[in-house]
């Protein structure tokens, strides 16, 4: 692929690094397969060419993707859209240009032309990268070369050490790559390189938090939400559809269903057993998830359970719960603490969603105080006059799903 004619300064293009993913040996293709179909559906509004080098994905607009002009802005968009597909770690908006020295310096004096760092004097560096090794001049001689004209042409001093500008080049095998900075991206491994799980939401601020984190492991995540229904308003339905909403950017084509459990727990509410009475509704939970799991193919549930932080959190009634089912149970936040948790849910866009008021499933199920030692058969008799098993097939029977399109944004 050749790169055409066009100003100094080269065609845009977006330059993704790789993570974890390069470590993967003899399965790294298949990993790589995944996260290029993963950044094609992220970008299925754009015309792109998405194209895979050695350790790096580059994206490139065909000539008259974009209108004349719109070029920056639309690869700016595609940067933006792609630095939350997990398996990247860095995103580089990039200026593709011919691979000749010449070309190269020249489109290095353009690239940092108007930045704020020229203009204030700022200390600089070069970093190249020869991919190629037949172009004619090692990496520190293409330094050299380009540091030196930078210097010449805009008077800044060189600090390799501690630079506050970074002009990178990398030469490729058919062309050369020139930026300064990039995004961070997610990190992690391409969603669904991992499997399934299924995701109990509620519309607290942990549950989320998990789903995000088992994305970044590689999981597809379908979510259920469990509403109380018919004793509370629909308000934690638009919150948990508010809440996938924002998390699909992480992953695309997610799922929502809801259980409709507000007569489950008024079942369990005058079944005499107070102090247990909120693990024998999670334990309910769990069992229906469990029903749900099966018949998408779902092979973990997540939960946002974090060691100690409310009395069902307790080590003894997580174990009580986990008894309820045979699907692992996945809690990636259970070292958390409140604080880093709430840090992370600011930082991926949950947070402002989640502290949104609204009447919880769990405000029907509210006992003075609350068993943090439950026995785990007082709850499986509880269970017993529940007929828990069925119960938890009839409530999978009467989930509800919800398409991110079923409400207008």
């Given amino acids: 692929m050749s790169v055409s004619a066009g100003s100094v300064l080269g065609e845009p293009c977006v330059l993704l690094k790789l993570g974890e993913v390069v470590l993967k040996g003899r399965n790294r293709e298949l990993?790589?397969?995944?996260?290029?179909?993963?950044?094609?559906?992220?970008?299925?509004?754009?015309?792109?060419?998405?194209?895979?080098?050695?350790?790096?994905?580059?994206?490139?607009?065909?000539?008259?993707?974009?209108?004349?002009?719109?070029?920056?802005?639309?690869?700016?968009?595609?940067?933006?859209?792609?630095?939350?597909?997990?398996?990247?770690?860095?995103?580089?908006?990039?200026?593709?240009?011919?691979?000749?020295p010449e070309v190269i310096t020249k489109a290095a004096i353009e690239l940092i032309k108007d930045s704020p760092e020229v203009a204030r004097k700022a200390r600089f560096a070069v970093r190249s990268r020869r991919r190629d090794k037949r172009f004619p001049l090692r990496s520190n001689e293409l330094d050299r070369l380009v540091g030196g004209t930078i210097n010449d042409t805009?008077?800044?001093?060189?600090?390799?050490?501690?630079?506050?500008?970074?002009?990178?080049?990398?030469?490729?095998?058919?062309?050369?790559?020139?930026?300064?900075?990039?995004?961070?991206?997610?990190?992690?491994?391409?969603?669904?390189?991992?499997?399934?799980?299924l995701a109990l939401l509620s519309g607290g601020i942990d549950s989320p938090v998990a789903a995000y984190r088992m994305m970044r492991r590689g999981l597809r995540v379908d979510f259920l939400h469990f509403s109380g229904i018919p004793f509370t308003t629909s308000e934690s339905i638009y919150k948990a559809y508010a809440l996938v909403r924002n998390?699909?950017?992480?992953?695309?084509?997610?799922?929502?269903?809801?259980?409709?459990?507000?007569?489950?727990?008024?079942?369990?509410?005058?079944?005499?057993?107070?102090?247990?009475?909120?693990?024998?509704?999670?334990?309910?939970?769990?069992?229906?998830?469990?029903?749900?799991?099966?018949?998408?193919?779902?092979?973990?549930?997540?939960?946002?359970?974090?060691?100690?932080?409310?009395?069902?959190?307790?080590?003894?009634?997580?174990?009580?719960?986990?008894?309820?089912?045979?699907?692992?149970?996945?809690?990636?936040?259970?070292?958390?603490?409140?604080?880093?948790?709430?840090?992370?849910?600011?930082?991926?866009?949950?947070?402002?969603?989640?502290?949104?008021?609204?009447?919880?499933?769990?405000?029907?199920?509210?006992?003075r105080s609350a068993e943090t030692r439950a026995k785990i058969e007082d709850l499986k008799q509880i269970e017993r006059r529940l007929d828990a098993e069925d119960l938890a097939v009839q409530l999978a029977d009467s989930i509800r799903p919800y398409k991110l399109d079923d409400f207008q944004q």
């Avoid at 100690?308 to 986990?322: E, F, K, M, P, R």
């Fill in 154 to 197: 805009y008077g800044l001093p060189v600090d390799l050490s501690d630079p506050e500008l970074t002009v990178h080049i990398e030469v490729d095998r058919d062309e050369a790559f020139l930026f300064t900075g990039g995004l961070l991206g997610q990190g992690g491994l391409p969603v669904g390189s991992s499997g399934r799980a």
């Fill in 31 to 100: 990993f790589e397969t995944r996260l290029r179909s993963n950044i094609r559906g992220a970008l299925k509004d754009y015309r792109v060419e998405v194209r895979q080098r050695h350790g790096v994905i580059a994206i490139f607009f065909p000539s008259d993707a974009t209108a004349q002009g719109a070029d920056d802005e639309v690869a700016e968009a595609v940067a933006r859209r792609v630095s939350d597909v997990p398996g990247i770690v860095l995103v580089h908006l990039a200026r593709r240009v011919a691979k000749d």
């Fill in 247 to 367: 998390l699909d950017r992480f992953q695309g084509k997610s799922r929502l269903w809801v259980v409709p459990f507000g007569k489950a727990q008024q079942s369990i509410k005058v079944s005499g057993q107070d102090r247990l009475a909120v693990i024998a509704q999670r334990r309910l939970m769990l069992k229906t998830a469990e029903e749900v799991a099966h018949r998408i193919h779902a092979e973990a549930l997540v939960t946002g359970d974090s060691l100690g932080q409310v009395s069902s959190q307790t080590l003894t009634n997580i174990t009580a719960q986990d008894n309820a089912v045979d699907l692992p149970v996945l809690r990636p936040l259970i070292g958390l603490d409140k604080t880093e948790i709430m840090a992370e849910a600011r930082r991926i866009g949950t947070l402002a969603i989640s502290e949104l008021p609204d009447e919880d499933c769990c405000t029907l199920l509210a006992p």
